[in-house]
């Protein structure tokens, strides 16, 4: 059994006769206090998908829940869910969009290196890929001579989510993505 300050993101947990998801996970450190760290953790019930915050001490034992990943694909929406088809054995997996809004920014069907979270047989999160390359669909006019050093424009991209980019980039061009932090990395060797 896992402390609290060993729990990581995207992990799930038994909690109160429930398995949880661990969504996001806040560190803090209480002034005046002798020791610990409080962490703060946003978790999803994998039944009911109903959203709880819950505060640990960091030398609270926890118990891990077991969970599954597969490889997969994006499909289609299908209303408020999104599709994804197993690499595997084509095994098509429903996740709601609000329990993967994050994510949902940058989801295509070209994304290589998706992975479906399984847990207790139901499908709960997505782990995505730190980088996605996805094309600019929308930017100001690159400027010649614009150094890669220099001042940054918004760029709308295939997915609807814009980010900024450097000056050189134009219209067409493909871009890496760093998710986590929605910022550009580089442009796409494709």
């Given at each position: 059994m896992p402390k609290a300050s060993e729990i990581k993101k995207n992990s799930a947990i038994e909690f109160n006769g429930n398995t949880y998801f661990v969504k996001d996970i806040q560190?803090?450190?209480?002034?005046g206090r002798a020791g610990g760290s409080i962490y703060r953790m946003r978790m999803y019930d994998v039944v009911t998908g109903n959203k709880i915050d819950e505060a640990f001490k960091d030398s609270d034992m926890l118990t891990l829940a077991d969970l599954t990943k597969r490889p997969v694909t994006f499909s289609y929406m299908d209303g408020d869910e999104f599709v994804f088809m197993s690499t595997e054995d084509y095994t098509p997996y429903n996740i709601n969009?609000?329990?993967?809004a994050e994510e949902a920014q940058f989801i295509n069907e070209s994304i290589e290196?998706?992975?479906?979270?399984?847990?207790?047989?139901?499908?709960?999160?997505?782990?995505?890929?730190?980088?996605?390359?996805?094309?600019?669909?929308?930017?100001?006019?690159?400027?010649?001579?614009?150094?890669?050093?220099?001042?940054?424009?918004?760029?709308?991209?295939?997915?609807?989510?814009?980010?900024?980019?450097?000056?050189?980039?134009?219209?067409?061009?493909?871009?890496?993505?760093?998710?986590?932090?929605?910022?550009?990395?580089?442009?796409?060797?494709?």
């Open positions: 560190r803090s450190v209480p002034q969009k609000e329990s993967i290196g998706m992975q479906v979270i399984i847990v207790n047989d139901q499908p709960v999160a997505l782990d995505m890929p730190t980088t996605v390359e996805l094309e600019v669909v929308e930017t100001d006019p690159s400027i010649k001579g614009a150094s890669a050093t220099s001042r940054t424009k918004p760029a709308t991209l295939s997915t609807g989510v814009t980010v900024q980019v450097p000056e050189y980039i134009s219209t067409g061009d493909k871009i890496k993505v760093n998710i986590e932090e929605k910022k550009f990395s580089g442009r796409s060797d494709s």
